[in-house]
């Protein structure tokens, strides 16, 4: 399978296409590719049985496709603990650097960079790493968009591209950071959150706001 399929496949998941129907519009927002571009792949990624997919209601990986996209970002992760902790990456640096590195990194190399690493759980951007611990997460955990005005929350991953990263730093929203659901603005495609530690009133662009994920404090 080549670089690009595997890219949709990851994205797919990392939008939570394991559990639900992740829609052309936002993987081609993801991928700044045209939403026609996603659709096309979506109906070759349908034909070898890696995703699910329904006019309008958008795509979700099959069961091959998930342990496809678990092994790609198992080693994506990996590969931006190597680069924060001992290269001196910063958390906005990473994901392109993993990007390469991820396609040409064969299992035996992934397990053995993670035992040099001493096992890590978790990547800079709060994703799991161990193969079992990321489907576990992805079933805890909603986009921030999913909430419900008055929900108490905590950042638990966001997506690993460096603009997400920049953007929520911007925003002083990091991992961790409980978030309380305020309000939402369809007209001007905003949510508001208020953070917890900081008690500081935030306002969020939907669309980017979909890349953070959060577990439910209640």
């Not at 040099?116 to 994703?127: D, R």
Request: net charge negative.
């Amino acid at each position: 399978m080549n670089e690009k399929k595997e890219d949709y496949i990851k994205v797919l998941f990392d939008l939570g296409g394991s559990r639900n129907r992740i829609s052309n519009k936002l993987v081609a927002e993801r991928l700044k590719v045209s939403p026609s571009t996603v659709t096309e792949m979506m109906v070759s990624l349908e034909k070898i049985n890696w995703v699910n997919t329904l006019p309008y209601k958008g795509s979700i990986l099959t069961e091959e496709g998930k342990a496809l996209a678990k092994q790609l970002i198992y080693k994506h992760r990996l590969w931006e603990v190597f680069l924060v902790n001992h290269l001196g990456y910063d958390i906005n640096e990473v994901h392109d650097e993993a990007e390469l590195l991820e396609h040409s990194t064969s299992l035996l190399l992934a397990k053995r960079l993670e035992a040099y690493l001493k096992f890590p759980e978790y990547c800079p951007h709060g994703g799991a790493i161990p193969l079992n611990l990321i489907e576990a997460q992805e079933d805890e955990i909603i986009p921030l968009t999913e909430c419900q005005v008055g929900d108490i929350v905590e950042v638990q991953r966001m997506t690993n591209e460096e603009y997400v990263a920049d953007y929520f730093s911007n925003k002083d929203v990091k991992i961790n950071d409980i978030l309380e659901y305020l309000d939402e603005n369809k007209m001007v495609d905003t949510i508001t959150i208020r953070n917890v530690k900081s008690d500081n009133t935030i306002e969020l662009n939907s669309t980017t706001a979909s890349y953070l994920f959060v577990k439910s404090k209640r």
